[in-house]
């Protein structure tokens, strides 16, 4: 279901991405350039394994994993696994607090609130929760697999167009069920975090989806990957391209949120009252394809505009948001001044943009302990909920922070964890014909 373009890709197929380009091909020429490859690592294999907070108690089973997409890689990190999820819940879970942008609308019409179930035949859940995240789509696999050093990364990294609905179908049909983060978790705003009481239709499974770097930097642009979002004419968010003629168009068709959506209209008991996912964002190429970076350039403001207006219909159908950092730098490797700086820029570049948020996505699942300066220092900015990379659930929750993996469903997973996959859908059918084999 595709459309014309907006101008503004108009302009991008007469003139502007030529810019574009010349960063890629700059980018293509450094030794860390585009999409870090993976270290040499044994176990399972993901966008870098650091689960659960270094310096807890009865650590055990060590993983290593390879680097996340993006357009200023600093390297890769390896590091321990987690001790198996801790038993305690904290303190007595608050009353919820939707207040936050709470859905209102999905892109059919139907009251987002609509529950998956009657409330009154709703069961507690305590058992383990699904966190699977991915980057932005491929939507054209000609561009992505093309044989160079990138194209190892976007076989890597990424999933099509097919293999995520594919992907999203089996999951519906196995009985998992999005869940907000904040129906899971308590951040209070005294700092505090405790684990809410998760009550689910019986026999539904709850699943958080997330999404990386839905930032859309430059060596996406020609790549096959769409190049921002946008809303098209009947308000709904949409995935702008260029397709494989050069038109400039806009589809609901080629990206995960306008996909969710639809899925999720076409199918409300896969959402639990109009949950969606998280968006993970970094800042310095600005967000959501809109190069927001840099309040000083000219063209910021009419940037940062566009980008309100999507952000606020994102927040309106159940999308929440993340911080991913603001340059991706491996946090466990830089200095505390460096994050600082970091953490200043997302603060205040994106924050202003998204809003305020405890969501903390560690670039590169790269995490640092409890007792570092730099998890104090993202503490003191209000970031009370950290996420890693791992191969299963994780969640342990402390009195002012909890931390969770996240499944990493990419190229890696689908070629080489088929058998971790299994719960959750068949990867050899998932496999689209167009990756590398």
Known sequence: MRSPAAPFLRRIVAGGIAASLAILLLAACSPNAGISPPPASKGAAKETVAPGPNGAAGRSSASSGAAAPTGDP??????ERSAPPSSGNGPAAAAPDRSADPPTENPAGTPAGTPAGAAASRVPYDGPIEHLFFHPLIVYPERAFTGDRLAKGYDDYFV??????????????????LVDIFDVLDVREDGTVARKTLRLPEGKKPLILSVDDLNYYPYMVRRGNAVRLVLDEEGNVAAASIDRDGRPVVSRDDEI?????????????????????ILNLTGYEGILGYRTQNPARPEAEAERQAALR???????????????????????KISLERLKEDTRKWKTEVEPLVGPTPLYVYPFGSHVPPSDAKF???????????????????LRMEQDWAFMDRRHIDGIALKTQKDLLRPLFDADAVLDPARPR
């Open 160 to 177: 099509t167009v097919p293999e995520f609905k594919k992907i999203l179908a089996s999951l519906y049909e196995r009985g998992y069920l």
């Open 310 to 332: 999507v952000v606020e219909r994102l927040k309106a159908t159940g999308w929440r948001f993340a911080s991913h950092s603001y340059g991706h730098p491996d946090v466990a």
């Open 257 to 277: 949120v306008p996909i969710v959506d639809r899925f999720v209209s076409e199918h409300p008991d896969f959402s639990l009252d109009g949950a969606k996912g």
């Open 376 to 394: 104090r220092l993202l503490q003191s900015q209000g970031f009370h909920v950290f996420f890693g990379v791992g191969p299963k659930p994780y």
């Open 74 to 79: 600093v390297g890769t990190a390896a590091g």
